[in-house]
């Protein structure tokens, strides 16, 4: 009976350990394929990104969130023009605020936890990326990262969601999708904030990026709910 029972005991970890080599076999064939086939969405003519394959496209109250579901990932791109941030921002120290203030606003409305915030560079414009923890039900990715870049008042937010086991599994595909970005008008005047006239208020930019940021999830979710009707 001993002899048996370790023999059960050995059977039973044997395929836990066969389980978990397929889902990371499984992980890789996927990403490895995706990779292969790469749909190029242009926005407005003036950037493009690579999805995984042909996005789905929503446009309403001013703005287009572009969306496409992978086996082990989903990849979103909210694209919304507000010209009051070219009138409000004067210094990188307000772009900063009006970050933050869009990071508060995302956290508050998907009420998700906030694990790492770094400043980031796309060619000569300045961004943010975050790292968020969701409460989400089994199997839903909980594990999110978000990129925030303004451009000439056109705000560009990248997410890119999976489950947090697969955080390490996906850092390829996932610095694939980010680091695929590009402006389409090479030497256009590209800004972030204007040359002062006179004295703004730093909480000015603070309270727009709040407002903004949680529109956006707000938005974001009613997109999510819309693709997955039509499924």
């Known amino acids: 009976m001993k002899i048996n029972f370790y023999l059960y005991i050995e059977s039973q970890l044997t395929t836990m350990k066969q389980k978990f080599l397929f889902s990371i076999l499984f992980c890789c064939i996927s990403f490895s394929v995706s ?3 790469r749909y190029r969405q242009t926005f407005s003519n003036f950037a493009a990104i690579d999805f995984p394959g042909k996005p789905r496209v929503m446009d309403t109250l001013g703005q287009k969130i572009y969306s496409y579901t992978g086996d082990s990932a989903s990849y979103t791109v909210i ?3 507000d010209r009051d941030v070219s009138q409000i921002l004067q ?8 970050y933050d203030g869009m990071i508060e606003g995302i956290l508050k409305a998907e009420k998700s936890k906030l694990i790492a915030k770094t400043k980031i560079q796309f060619e000569s414009l300045k961004g943010m990326q975050i790292e968020c923890l969701l409460e989400t039900k089994k199997n839903l ?3 999110k990262f978000t990129r925030l870049i303004l451009l000439n008042s056109k705000i560009i937010v990248i997410d890119y969601s999976t489950l947090s086991e697969y955080r390490n599994l996906t850092e390829n595909d996932r610095a ?3 680091n695929s970005l590009q402006l389409l008008e090479r030497g256009a005047v590209v800004n972030q904030y204007n040359v002062p006239d006179k004295i703004q208020s730093h909480s000015t930019a603070y309270m727009l990026g709040r407002i903004t940021g949680f529109l956006l999830l707000v938005l974001l979710v009613g997109g999510i709910i819309y ?3 039509k499924k």
Not at 91 to 98: C, I, V
């Open 227 to 229: 693709f997955v009707a």
């Open 141 to 143: 990715p909980n594990l």
């Open 79 to 81: 694209l919304r023009d």
């Open 35 to 37: 990779a292969q086939n």
């Open 176 to 178: 694939t999708f980010f």
């Open 91 to 98: 210094s990188e120290s307000d772009l900063d605020e009006y």
